[in-house]
């Protein structure tokens, strides 16, 4: 099942989510100064999910990088969800610089934002609340990630809150060997000025041809090509590929080729607890899908009316 697939389901019945359960777990500490092993790597692909929406979706229930639970690189050209609601998770849409197009970012607390190639918006969706991102110019393309991240049971009923930074708030480090993005969390001596309740770092990186960099990582670490080539631990990186990492470990190499690489690095702490997934809602048990389903039809997650420009 991919995320297109929860969320639809959701939407054509609210009140029949079909919850399942899955149960990470993990014994690893952190040992110093130790490259991580490639566990396994994937080549994907876009795949068309509706008439203007294409998608790589990555999964938790497919692969292994919880805290993080969808990450889906996109390209949409117009509005394709509308507004829906979403609870137990944080919502992350990180625009490219490549995109052609703004993204238009709404929800149910107030929240107006455009997001803007370059750009990041977080909605902290907690205790639940409604949301609604769409191009802000049908027919043209904007291209990102959609990012799903878990939150721990105790802080599965966060009170719901946006965050939103502009393309030059989000800090870059430069070197003559790379830029990274911070996205979210740390690199080296910088940060971001947001922070989630799930400790994440996401970094967009570019590599000069034949250059490398080596990242410090929590037991789960994945890598995802956008442009260019490059190879980590002797597996080759390109766009749509995906590179994930074993638990053992607290670094990361990446070596880009002749041609420079342009990819993804996102690194967490798995929270180890059960995970029932119902549409757009995440909770820990069976009976807490319950009470978030009764709580949204009894209207507590408020109310977004569809958008009429």
Same mark, same amino acid.
């Given at each position: ?47 068309q999910a509706f008439p203007g929406l294409m998608g790589v979706d990555i999964m938790a229930h497919a ?55 370059? $750009?990041?918006? %977080? ?9 609604? #991102?769409?191009? !802000? =110019? &049908?027919? +043209?393309? @904007? ?90 631990? $002797?597996?080759? %990186? ?9 638990? #053992?470990?607290? !670094? =990361? &190499?990446? +070596?880009? @080729? ?52």
């Amino acid at each position: 099942m991919n995320r297109r697939n929860f969320v639809l389901k959701s939407l054509l019945s609210v009140g029949g989510l079909i919850p399942f359960r899955k149960t990470f777990l993990s014994t690893t500490s952190y040992q110093k100064t130790m490259n991580k092993k490639i566990s396994k790597k994937h080549d994907l692909k876009f795949k068309q999910a509706f008439p203007g929406l294409m998608g790589v979706d990555i999964m938790a229930h497919a692969y292994p990088i919880e805290p993080f639970l969808v990450f889906t690189e996109f390209r949409m050209t117009r509005p394709v969800f509308g507004p829906h609601p979403h609870a137990g998770i944080s919502v992350m849409t990180y625009m490219l610089p490549d995109s052609k197009e703004s993204f238009i970012n709404r929800d149910s607390q107030g929240d107006f934002s455009y997001i803007e190639p370059g $750009g990041m918006h %977080i909605m902290q969706a907690g205790s639940g609340m409604h949301h609604d #991102e769409f191009p !802000k =110019v &049908t027919g +043209n393309e @904007s291209h990102g990630f959609q990012i799903w991240i878990n939150h721990a049971d105790k802080n599965r009923f966060v009170e719901p809150k946006s965050m939103h930074a502009s393309a030059h708030e989000v800090p870059e480090k430069i070197t003559d060997d790379y830029k990274v993005r911070i996205v979210h969390g740390e690199f080296e001596e910088m940060t971001t000025h947001y922070k989630m309740v799930t400790a994440v770092n996401l970094f967009h990186i570019f590599l000069q041809p034949n250059k490398s960099i080596s990242l410090d990582a929590m037991p789960m670490a994945f890598v995802y090509g956008l442009n260019g080539k490059g190879q980590s631990e $002797g597996e080759t %990186i390109q766009a749509q590929t995906l590179v994930h990492y074993s638990l #053992e470990g607290n !670094k =990361v &190499t990446i +070596n880009a @080729s002749d041609e420079g690489l342009e990819c993804m690095f996102a690194t967490g702490t798995p929270h180890n607890e059960p995970i029932t997934y119902g549409g757009p809602f995440v909770m820990t048990t069976p009976e807490q899908m319950a009470e978030t389903q009764r709580r949204f039809s009894r209207g507590e997650m408020g109310k977004l009316e569809p958008y009429k420009g």
